[in-house]
């Protein structure tokens, strides 16, 4: 099931559970929000389409973080002029996580119970040691064989050349 929904004057395509980035609400975080603004929504094959929007649907959502995007450098320049100048912008968003479409609720994802956790943790530490006390199998190692060395030349002074002939002409 997804939906299209108009927020802050954007298209986004939401599903359940889906996270994102919005430009800024004047929301708190941890508060929840509703959108009506809903132009679209699928439901196992059935598509509603409205006109613009579609009525009585709501797209539930809870405000996360109010978070600032990348830095955009701004450069204009209008060259043999002499004219450069350089800015930088943050924009500022709010993230939000989809948490129903047309009041249904996505499934809710709950996390293992600490007691739970710790008697798979001992049941996996009891595994890994009964695996490790197993007695390992010896195989005939075959020789390593060396890498095989250059020899290198030595060197030997250079001969000495006789000296050139002075021709005596100036």
């Not at 395509?13 to 603004?37: A, M, Q, S, T, W």
């Not at 699928?42 to 409205?50: A, H, L, M, P, V």
């Not at 996580?97 to 007691?115: H, Y």
Request: aromatic residues 4%; hydrophobic residues 35%; glycine residues 6%.
């Amino acid at each position: 099931m997804y939906a299209i929904v108009e927020i802050a004057g954007q298209q986004f395509k939401v599903e359940h559970g889906k996270k994102i980035f919005v430009h800024r609400l004047e929301h708190e975080e941890g508060k929840e929000v509703e959108f009506d603004k809903v132009l679209l929504i699928e439901d196992e094959g059935n598509i509603t389409i409205g006109t613009p929007t579609i009525k009585d649907a709501v797209i539930g959502a809870r405000v996360l973080d109010k978070v600032r995007g990348d830095k955009v450098i701004v450069f204009k320049k209008k060259r043999k002029k002499g004219y450069r100048v350089k800015n930088g912008h943050r924009q500022n968003f709010t993230e939000i996580e989809i948490i129903s479409i047309n009041g249904v609720k996505s499934p809710v994802r709950r996390a293992p119970k600490k007691a739970e956790s710790t008697e798979t943790e001992a049941v996996a530490a009891e595994e890994t040691t009964k695996t490790k006390k197993a007695p390992k199998k010896t195989e005939a190692k075959t020789p390593v064989k060396k890498a095989a060395t250059k020899k290198v030349a030595e060197k030997k002074p250079a001969e000495k050349k006789p000296a050139a002939k002075k021709t005596g002409k100036k």
